[in-house]
C-alpha cells in the first residue's frame, strides 16, 4: 500500500538493494539504444505518487512521460479496463466495429478544436499517429513535401524521425530516412535562433518560411503539410509569442499548405485546455495527433483529421492493434474524468501557482535562467549565467539526480530545462511538497555555480 500523505517517503537511499539487482538486469537484457534518467523501478502508483521496489514513495512530476495526466490508476480507469477486459480485448478495428472505438473517436471529434465535421484514424503510439498524418496529407494532396521545425521531436520510426530534428542522436547513422521534409527555426524567442528580440522582430520567424524557403528552394506547390508541435516538449517546453500560430496559420492557408497539430505531449488537458493550441485565438488545425495521455497508462494514438482529408481509398491505411478497446474504453474515461473532476480547471490552476513559485526562486537563484509554460506543462531553463545564457546542462542532471535521491520524480528535456509535467489532479500540498524537494536541490546546485 502507498501512504495517503501527498509528501516523498524514502525508506532506503534510491537505488535501493532490490532497485539495483533489477536496474542491472535491465541494462543486460534491453535494448541498449535507450538511456534513462536515473535508476527508478516502479513497483506500483497511485495518483501523483510512484513507489519503487523498495518501498520508497516519490512525487511524480512527470506523469510517465505525460501519460497519467489523470493520476495513476485511477479508479475509474481501472474499472472501465476491467470491464471492457472481462468483454473483448481485441478485435482489429480495421476489419471490424466495436463500440468503445466508436465512443472514443465522437468523443476526441467533440473536444478537438473547429466545427467541421471531422473523422478519426487510430493506432497505437505517437509516431505512428504520425507517419498516420504524414501519409493522409501526401494522399489527399498528392504533395510530397513537408516542413516541420529544428528542436522538434515527432517520433523515432522512420518517417516521424524525418520530422524529428532535436537531438542529434536521433538520426545519427540512420540516414536515409526516407521522407523530404525542411526543417525551419522554431520561435524559441529566449535562444532567437536569429538572434533577434520579440516583438521588435515583428516575427521574421514566419516572413523567414516564405521568403526563405517557400520562395527559393521548397515550392508550396509541392508542400503536403507543416507539422507543428504547439509547444515543444522534448525540445524543452518552449513556447512560442501569442501571436505566433495565427500569423503562422494565415501564410499556410495563403499556400494552401495543412497544418498537422502534434498535440502528443501537450495534448488532452496538459496545458489547462484540451488541446494546447486552443492558447492561440482562432487556429483551427486541419488534422491533430494525440497518443500518451490518451489511454490513461493504455497504449493507443489518433489522429483527428477534417473530414475531407479522409478520401483515401478503402486499404490505404491500416492497423491491427491499433484503437484496442480496452485503451479505448481507458480513454473514454480519461476525457470523462477530466471534464468531471474539472482537471483543466485544476491544471490551470495549480499551473499559476508553480509558475509563481519557480518566479520567487528564480529571484534567488541566478541558475534559473527562463521560465516558461501553459498550464501544467512547464519548463525552467537552467543556465551558468543569466547574461550568457550558457545552457546549465551538467547542473539540470545534478537537480534531478538529486531531487531523485530525496523522493521527486521529475526529469529534464531539451539541453538544460527541468520540465514539470505532474498529473493534473495534483493538489496545492501535494505542489508544495515537491516543491520544497526541488527548491532544496536547486538552492545546493546553484550555491556550486562559479
Ligand atoms: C510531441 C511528440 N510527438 C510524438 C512523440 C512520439 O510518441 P511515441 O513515443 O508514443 O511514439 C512524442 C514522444 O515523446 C512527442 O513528445
Not at 70 to 97: M, N
Not at 308 to 325: I, K, V
Not at 361 to 387: F, N, S, W
Request: aromatic fraction near 8%; charge should be neutral; include cysteine.
Amino acid at each position: 500500500m502507498l501512504t495517503t500523505k501527498p509528501e516523498p517517503k524514502i525508506v532506503v537511499t534510491p537505488p535501493g538493494p532490490k532497485a539495483k539487482e533489477l536496474f542491472a538486469k535491465y541494462t543486460d537484457k534491453l535494448s541498449r539504444s535507450v538511456v534513462g534518467f536515473y535508476p527508478l523501478v516502479a513497483e506500483s502508483a497511485t495518483g501523483c505518487i510512484v513507489k519503487d521496489v523498495d518501498g520508497n514513495e516519490f512525487i511524480d512530476f512527470n506523469s510517465g512521460l505525460a501519460v497519467m495526466n489523470v493520476g495513476h490508476s485511477h479508479p475509474r480507469v481501472i474499472k472501465a479496463i476491467k470491464e471492457q477486459a472481462e468483454k473483448l480485448t481485441h478485435y482489429s478495428w480495421t476489419d471490424f466495429c466495436y463500440a468503445p472505438i466508436v465512443d472514443l473517436a465522437e468523443q476526441l471529434i467533440k473536444i478537438t478544436p473547429g466545427v467541421s465535421p471531422k473523422q478519426v484514424f487510430f493506432a497505437n503510439g505517437g509516431a505512428e499517429a504520425n507517419e498516420a498524418a504524414m501519409k493522409m496529407t501526401r494522399w489527399h494532396t498528392r504533395k510530397a513535401l513537408f516542413l516541420a521545425y529544428t528542436n522538434s521531436f515527432h517520433g523515432r520510426t522512420f518517417a516521424a524521425m524525418s520530422l524529428t530534428a532535436s537531438k542529434p542522436v536521433q538520426r545519427r547513422h540512420f540516414f536515409p530516412l526516407g521522407q523530404e521534409v525542411t526543417h525551419v527555426p522554431y520561435p524559441y524567442c529566449y535562444r532567437c535562433p536569429f538572434h533577434l528580440t520579440y516583438p521588435e522582430c515583428n516575427m521574421w520567424c514566419v516572413d523567414f518560411i516564405e521568403e526563405e524557403v517557400l520562395k527559393k528552394f521548397h515550392p508550396p506547390e509541392d508542400t503536403a503539410a507543416m507539422f507543428v508541435e504547439p509547444i515543444q516538449g522534448e525540445g524543452g517546453y518552449v513556447v512560442p509569442p501569442e501571436d505566433y500560430f495565427p500569423r503562422l496559420k494565415k501564410l499556410l492557408d495563403k499556400y494552401d499548405i495543412l497544418m498537422v497539430d502534434d498535440e502528443i505531449q501537450s495534448g488532452i488537458g496538459r496545458t489547462g485546455k484540451w488541446f494546447a493550441i486552443e492558447h492561440w485565438a482562432g487556429v483551427v488545425p486541419d488534422i491533430v495527433t494525440v497518443a500518451k495521455a490518451l489511454g490513461g497508462g493504455l497504449p493507443i494514438s489518433a489522429a483527428i483529421a477534417k473530414e475531407e482529408l479522409m478520401d483515401w481509398e478503402g486499404g490505404s491505411h491500416a492497423n491491427t492493434t491499433g484503437g484496442n478497446p480496452v485503451a479505448c474504453a481507458a480513454g473514454v474515461q480519461v476525457i470523462n474524468i477530466i471534464r468531471d473532476e474539472r482537471l483543466l480547471e485544476n491544471a490551470t490552476r495549480q499551473g499559476a501557482y508553480l509558475m509563481k513559485r519557480l518566479k520567487e526562486m528564480q529571484q534567488k537563484y541566478p541558475i534559473i535562467g527562463d521560465l516558461r509554460g501553459k498550464g501544467l506543462m512547464v519548463g525552467a531553463e537552467l543556465v551558468k549565467d543569466q547574461e550568457t545564457k550558457e545552457p546549465a546542462a551538467q547542473e539540470a542532471t545534478e537537480v534531478i539526480n538529486k531531487c531523485f535521491k530525496r523522493g521527486l520524480a521529475i526529469i529534464t528535456s531539451g539541453k538544460s530545462t527541468i520540465r514539470f509535467a505532474p498529473p493534473l489532479i495534483i493538489t496545492r500540498e501535494t505542489m508544495d511538497s515537491a516543491l520544497e524537494v526541488l527548491e532544496g536541490a536547486i538552492k545546493e546546485v546553484n550555491a556550486q555555480l562559479k
